[in-house]
């Protein structure tokens, strides 16, 4: 099970961070990935982490921008977002695949994930 929060209203140029709380007993084994979906957009991956060893993958327009964290002892993936841009507007969602691949390209497609939670809203807006 995931829960997203953390999302709000910002300015240009400010800050939010994500949280994506998870339960399970086999927390390390996972791939959690980050999602969003602006309105009339498709859901575009944004970024992963492999919970066991922290490793991340981040797509080209958030390089630089977001960072992607894992708490092990409270079971919590964050995604930290800075500089936020009005293109960064959607409803952002994270999901879980029980996967150790290496962090890559692979995890921006949503077919790769079994769990999903529900989707935060993120506004940049002055």
């Known amino acids: 099970q995931l829960q997203a929060s953390g999302g709000g209203l910002v300015q240009p140029g400010g800050s939010l961070r994500l949280s994506c709380a998870t339960s399970?007993?086999?927390?390390?084994?996972?791939?959690i990935g980050w999602f969003r979906q602006a309105p009339g957009k498709e859901r575009e991956g944004v970024s992963c982490?492999?919970?066991?060893?922290?490793?991340?993958y981040y797509i080209d327009p958030v390089k630089g921008r977001f960072t992607t964290s894992r708490d092990k002892a409270k079971n919590t993936v964050y995604l930290q977002m800075n500089s936020l841009k009005p293109e960064d507007t959607a409803v952002y969602y994270c999901?879980?695949?029980?996967?150790?691949?290496?962090?890559?390209?692979?995890?921006?497609?949503?077919?790769?994930?079994?769990?999903w939670g529900q989707g935060t809203q993120v506004t940049v807006s002055s």
């Open positions: 999901a879980a695949v029980l996967k150790g691949w290496a962090p890559a390209r692979w995890c921006e497609s949503s077919g790769e994930y079994d769990y």
């Open positions: 399970g007993t086999t927390f390390d084994y996972y791939t």
């Open positions: 982490i492999f919970i066991s060893d922290g490793r991340t």
